[in-house]
């Protein structure tokens, strides 16, 4: 399993850590979290399905986000 972490702000990649150079082409699963507003209105999901078109995309609303070593509030 090859795994790599986005960070999606306003419809945007700002941070990424993806050491094992996975494709989004190829990628099977995607699990996203962030705030339940951001989530919501269904521009996240539309982001994700475009950045990952084969992906099953499993997205879960959390009081806060998590990035590598740093949480954002």
């Known amino acids: 399993m090859n795994v ?3 960070l999606l702000k306003n419809e945007s990649i700002i941070k ?3 050491e094992n150079l996975v494709e989004n082409s190829k990628c099977q699963l995607v699990i996203g ?3 339940k507003t951001s989530l919501s209105n269904g521009t996240s ?3 994700l399905r475009q950045l990952f078109p084969k ?6 609303s959390t009081s806060g986000e998590i ?6 509030d």
């Open 67 to 72: 990035f590598d070593t740093e949480v954002l």
């Open 4 to 6: 790599a972490t986005y």
């Open 55 to 60: 992906a099953t995309i499993a997205l879960c």
């Open 33 to 35: 979290f962030g705030e």
């Open 16 to 18: 990424s850590k993806n």
């Open 45 to 47: 999901y539309q982001k």
